[in-house]
């Protein structure tokens, strides 16, 4: 009987050396000698870095860890792990100073002060879709903490919402900014760490972690990148680490925020979407109702068509004879 371990089961080891040659062709393409990327402490990074040092070797491959105010201090700790354990040369650049000298803190907090009275620095805070369960437009609460430990849950009207992104997303293009600086002094391409889930359903910033010049694992559904990380070895404390967007001050996982569904429902989801099976056929191999899996797949669709925008380039007018 399949199962939906079945159907998101790849070989492992074939992938990896059909990954480790599409890079090393590919730079080869863009005359680029190695690749820079960010290492987050989580499963994406962990692996692509792991990848690039099997198809590249260590000296090829530099790492970068960017903390900030709002970052889960494990992440730090395990970006540097990983790069101890592929034996890459690795840097640690705070980001926090840059995003205060933007403002990202200050009007990420006054966004979140006109929704929350008494809300400033000294709190943490999250943000989190409505339910799951809920077949309107997505909505979105905020989720604060006063420092004496008293709660709050608001909704987010749409201008508060979009003022918390437009300032949080200084965060990924600062970051990107950083790794294109060190790609520029060491002559190196930055490779880009967004899995297929990500990757297909727009969850990324435009010219943040969207930019790169290599996405070498954003073919793979989030579960094959796990059997990845099991045949590259990575550390059993990444393998076992939740998935985490490491954003907002408060602990937030990707399902609050974007997919609604953990990862494993949700790539058995897209799976579904992508190859035609009725909701009822992935509802019984996920053990969720079908009119769950039915909500995912109208979602999915919802997503590509909304965030069609993140993968365009710039518009043109006309085509530039010599160009492209």
């Known amino acids: 009987m399949t199962t939906a371990t079945d159907l998101l089961r790849i070989d492992a080891a074939a992938e990896c050396t059909k990954i480790g040659a599409a890079m090393r062709r590919q730079l080869l393409q863009i005359r680029r000698k190695g690749l820079v990327l960010g290492l987050s402490g989580g499963i994406d990074s962990s692996v692509t870095a792991a990848l690039a040092v099997r198809a590249l070797g260590p000296e090829r491959v530099f790492g970068l860890c960017m903390p900030e105010a709002d970052s889960d201090p494990e992440s730090l700790e395990l970006g540097s792990l990983v790069a101890r354990h592929l034996g890459i040369r690795h840097e640690v650049e705070d980001i926090a100073p840059a995003l205060a000298a933007l403002g990202c803190y200050r009007r990420r907090n006054e966004a979140v002060a006109s929704v929350v009275p008494g809300f ?12 799951a369960a809920d077949n309107r437009l997505n909505f979105f609460y905020v989720v604060a903490r006063s420092p004496a430990g008293a709660q709050v849950r608001e909704r987010l009207p749409l201008d508060a919402y979009l003022a918390v992104l437009a300032a949080t997303n200084f965060k990924q293009r600062v970051r990107k900014m950083v790794e294109y600086h060190w790609a520029d002094r060491l002559n190196f391409a930055v490779a880009g760490t967004p ?16 930019a790169a010049d290599l996405k070498p694992i954003a073919h793979l559904y989030k579960s094959q990148v796990y059997q990845l ?15 985490s967007t490491d954003t907002y001050s408060l602990p937030q996982g990707q399902d609050e925020f974007y997919f609604k569904l953990p990862y494993d429902k949700m790539d058995l989801c897209l799976y579904g979407k992508n190859h035609g099976l009725p909701a009822a056929e992935v509802a019984a191999l996920g053990g969720m109702p079908t009119d769950a899996v039915e909500r995912a797949y109208k ?14 380039g710039p518009l043109l007018v006309q085509d530039i004879p010599g160009v492209g």
Do not use: C, M
């Open 120 to 131: 400033d620095e000294s709190w943490k805070f999250k943000l989190v879709l409505g339910d």
């Open 229 to 243: 990380a099991e045949e590259l070895g990575i550390p059993e404390r990444i393998r076992r680490r939740p998935p």
């Open 195 to 210: 899995n297929r889930l990500e990757f297909d359903q727009g969850f990324f910033v435009k010219q943040g972690d969207g």
């Open 299 to 312: 979602e999915i669709d919802t997503k590509r068509s909304t965030t069609r925008y993140q993968h365009l």
